[in-house]
């Protein structure tokens, strides 16, 4: 393998990052793509084969949060939502309450509603940020690591 970085090694480098925005485009873009690329190139240089697991992991990493998120948010729609007792009455919530005759409340499940919303774009600002910085570091020729990622593939 080579160790002099190229404008063709950046080029792929910065494009195995910005391939995580297929996500949009194409369900599970944002793995299907960049793992074809990085096994296309990653035996030209370890510049690339570092950026592609980088992504890889970082992608596999989100997934992983947005997932144990998703579990965890479960009972709070099941109780809340389904759970006949007014619990936000005192914080003075019943401007957004909605009555069923069966006494089924939507306020609770508003607010976690709400809040379940906040954290999604959380991931979504955290994804673009990071996605494009590291995209950015990958231009520059310098190798980067994402934060808060967990190392599945090594």
């Known amino acids: 393998m080579e160790s002099i970085i190229t404008k063709h090694h950046k080029n792929v480098a910065t494009v195995l990052h910005a391939s995580a925005f297929s996500s949009y485009f194409i369900p599970f873009g944002n793995f299907i793509v960049p793992f074809i690329l990085w096994n296309v190139y990653k035996k030209e240089t370890e510049f690339i084969d570092l ?3 980088e992504v890889l992991n970082f992608q596999l990493s989100l997934f992983c949060y947005k997932f144990a998120a998703m579990i965890l948010t479960v009972p709070f729609f099941v109780f809340f939502g389904l759970k006949n007792h007014h619990v ?11 009555h069923w005759n069966d006494g089924f409340s939507f306020y609770n499940l508003t607010l976690v509603s709400i809040i379940v919303c906040i954290v999604q774009l959380l991931f979504f600002a955290i994804n673009i940020t990071y996605t494009i910085v590291a995209a950015m570091k990958a231009n520059e020729g310098e190798k980067y690591r994402y934060p808060l990622t967990i190392r599945f593939i090594k």
Do not use: L
């Open 51 to 53: 950026h592609g697991k």
């Open 88 to 98: 936000w009455d005192t914080i003075h919530f019943n401007s957004i309450s909605i």
